[in-house]
Structure formats: C-alpha cells, structure tokens
C-alpha cells in the first residue's frame, strides 16, 4: 500500500506562515501522478475536516471553503510530493495536519475521507500569541 509521511509542522505566532511537505510512496500499480492526495487536519475534540485535495498533473486543485485562500497546495511528481503552503495561520488552524491518497486522478468537492486509503503518521501545526 502507499506510504505517507508529512514534515514541516510546528510552531508560529498567528500571521505566520508555514509549509508542509508530504513525501510518498510505496504505489502499487500506479505512478505517483495517478493518485489524488488531500490534506485534512484534526483538532482535539474535533472531526477530522479536509483542507484541499490536489489531483493530477495536470492541476486540479480543490480547495473547501474553509481554506479562505490562505492554503495552496502544489506537487512535484519527480519528487513524489506534495506541499501544502498555509499563511495568514489563525490560531483555530491548529491541528494535526494529514496526508492521504485517494486512486483518483481528479478532485471533487464531493470527495470524501472514505475516498483516501492510506495516511500519514500527521504532523502538529501549533498557532498561537
């Protein structure tokens, strides 16, 4: 099965900025363009809630609402990774953050986290002062 494993959390005042990386592999049948991955996040006491899924190559990006612009996700398919860039960081931004992978090609806003097989270990995005 896919592998997954996200970097660069930690700690930033609010306003900050901050980018995660997600470095996959482990791809069974596929190449890593092939799979949709999102990112979601979980607070303490709170559902799991997804902040974008990027598709393909070919740039099929999905963003829910909740990103408000602030959140840009991107990859490198020679790299097998993803990136989720967050600025502007709020302090209800902190999370655990997550990758996953989904055997999709493309994003929907109708997706959901039934969608994505295999996951992160996750990484903590603490914002706060």
């Known amino acids: 099965q896919v592998q997954l494993v996200e970097s660069g959390g930690g700690f930033v005042q609010p306003g900050g900025s901050l980018r995660l990386s997600c470095a996959v592999s482990?791809?069974?049948?596929?190449?890593?363009?092939?799979?949709?991955i999102g990112w979601f996040r979980q607070a303490p006491g709170k559902e799991r809630e997804a902040v974008s899924c990027?598709?393909?190559?070919?740039?099929?990006?999905y963003y829910p609402d909740s990103a408000k612009g602030r959140f840009t996700a991107s990859r490198d398919n020679a790299k097998n990774t993803v990136y989720l860039q967050m600025n502007r960081l709020k302090p209800e931004d902190t999370a655990v953050y997550y990758c996953?992978?989904?055997?999709?090609?493309?994003?929907?806003?109708?997706?959901?986290?039934?969608?994505?097989?295999?996951w992160g270990q996750g990484t903590q995005v603490t914002v706060s002062s």
């Open positions: 990027i598709g393909s190559s070919d740039g099929n990006i």
């Open positions: 996953a992978s989904a055997e999709m090609l493309y994003c929907s806003k109708d997706m959901g986290i039934m969608d994505f097989k295999s």
């Open positions: 482990g791809f069974s049948g596929f190449t890593f363009d092939y799979y949709a």
